[in-house]
T-cell receptor, first 111, second 113 residues
Framework: RKEVEQDPGPFNVPEGATVAFNCTYSNSASQSFFWYRQDCRKEPKLLMSVYSSGNEDGRFTAQLNRASQYISLLIRDSKLSDSATYLCVVNANNAGNMLTFGGGTRLMVKP | SAVISQKPSRDICQRGTSLTIQCQVDSQVTMMFWYRQQPGQSLTLIATANQGSEATYESGFVIDKFPISRPNLTFSTLTVSNLSPEDSSIYLC??????????FGDGTRLSIL
């Protein structure tokens, strides 16, 4: 079993749609969680950290369920510019060298 | 956050040669890392670059193949040695400052002939 699992997609959605991605992790000791966005042929960029209480940043909402060991990302009112690969990232402790990346979920927003 | 400059941005190399990738950060950072992203795959950590000492390699990566230097808190190099087609990949430098999430350089796209 992979340490961090994501549905690779692609998720094809029309502009304005709401789309949600889930990610599961296997290490119950994981402490920090992030969503990164990676555009084609570009480096990953931090989209948002994921906090236990859930957090929102504009159209993006991230939630964490520690009991079930999954993280979600909800995108409302999808824009064409949201098309990218979304990487679920888990940090087993607060030391940087324990980051584990999921395989990514590809999102394609169409007009 | 720190600005990361990675060079070269891309290269095409012959089998059996080596390529050294440089990572320069505009401020001192605690931790620097090197990742590999093979085509269609996610990121895999190669090693943690330690200032003034040998890098800490992850399982499946060895110093002879991926020698790393980190002479100070703002600079590191990764060499990919004895290149083969399987080394065709994107190599990414990443930094982490205390209390901050990790950030990545633009990456080096390496193709092997």
């Amino acid at each position: 079993r992979k340490e961090v699992e994501q549905d690779p997609g692609p998720f094809n959605v029309p502009e304005g749609a709401t789309v949600a991605f889930n990610c599961t992790y296997s290490n119950s000791a994981s402490q920090s969680f992030f969503w990164y966005r990676q555009d084609c042929r570009k480096e990953p960029k931090l989209l948002m950290s994921v906090y236990s209480s859930g957090n929102e940043d504009g159209r993006f909402t991230a939630q964490l369920n520690r009991a079930s060991q999954y993280i979600s990302l909800l995108i409302r009112d999808s824009k064409l510019s949201d098309s990218a690969t979304y990487l679920c990232v888990v940090n087993a402790n607060n030391a940087g060298n324990m980051l584990t990346f999921g395989g990514g979920t590809r999102l394609m927003v169409k007009p | 956050s720190a600005v990361i400059s990675q060079k070269p941005s891309r290269d095409i190399c012959q089998r059996g040669t080596s390529l050294t990738i440089q990572c320069q950060v505009d401020s001192q950072v605690t931790m620097m890392f090197w990742y590999r992203q093979q085509p269609g795959q996610s990121l895999t950590l190669i090693a943690t670059a330690n200032q003034g000492s040998e890098a800490t390699y992850e399982s499946g990566f060895v110093i002879d193949k991926f020698p790393i230097s980190r002479p100070n808190l703002t600079f590191s190099t990764l060499t990919v040695s004895n290149l083969s087609p399987e080394d065709s990949s994107i190599y990414l430098c990443s930094v982490r400052e205390m209390g901050q999430p990790q950030h990545f350089g633009d990456g080096t796209r390496l193709s092997i002939l």
